[in-house]
């Protein structure tokens, strides 16, 4: 199946009270592992990349071929959209040019105004592209050097003035963090996600900082509107327990244990699973036609 953007997968996700999992590849077993999984859960995916990511695998260009050969190679049936995670407007451009099928512009550390006419600009990019836009409004939180943020937020009138500017999801912060939560973490803040709801009918929300955010609250927040729930700590920390725990067991020193390809391999294995778990949580199991 070719890549699709994340139109039809949102709306659908809507209409039955699920979400879909945005989780971030950083390379080929990333990629392979999640795609795996989505089609075993038979579950719309979406592959999120960073920019910083984008950089890593030599560019956009690099992770377009990437993924759709990955696709084919491994005959993936279920929809896949590739997503540009927390783009600068010039990254977004450069995404839709290379072939992202799903762009999210984050403009939320511009004023308010500039924020507006550069989601403006990325959405009339992606239409000509028949790609999808994720624009933010209210900082996600997160923790450097030990001080702990919890994000700004969002005004509910302002995402109401974001959603109208023909965006096809929004990310809207309630409290969310990136990274790991710290034990002082409150929760999200539902009643600020009701009333984002209540100003933005019929519009898909999206929730950054899935990792460690309890089932409970994460199917909470799906309830109230959220469609896409963003993961990536949580598949980092997975992939390297397993890798330091094959080491820590001395596998590398066994015959050819030392192989990249045995090496990575329960690391990869671990990623699957959490993804696997997580689109339980989210509900998308099954859901892919």
Known sequence: MPLVNAKEMMLKAKEGHYAVGAFNINNLE????ILLAAEEAKSPV???????ANKYMTGYTTVVAMVKAMIEALNITVPVALHLDHGTYEGAKACLEAGYSSVMFDGSHYDFAENVEKTKEVVALAKEKGATVEAEVGSIGGEED????????????????IAALGIDMLAA??????GVYPENWP?????????????VPGMPLVLH?????????VQKAIKLGVCKVNVNTECQLAFAKATREYIEAGKDQVKKGFDPRKLLAPGTEAIKQTVLEKMEIFGSVGKAF
Not at 151 to 161: F, H, I, L, T
Not at 173 to 178: E, L, P, V
Not at 209 to 217: D, H, K, N, V
């Open 30 to 33: 990333w990629t392979k592992a």
């Open 209 to 217: 900082g899935g990792t460690g955010i309890p089932a409970e609250m």
């Open 173 to 178: 912060g309630i409290g969310n963090i990136h």
């Open 46 to 52: 979406m592959l999120g990349v960073s920019e910083g």
């Open 187 to 199: 929760g999200l803040r539902f009643d600020v996600l009701e009333k984002i709801k209540e100003a």
């Open 146 to 161: 030990g001080v702990v943020g919890m994000g700004e937020c969002a005004d509910p009138n302002e995402c109401a003035k």
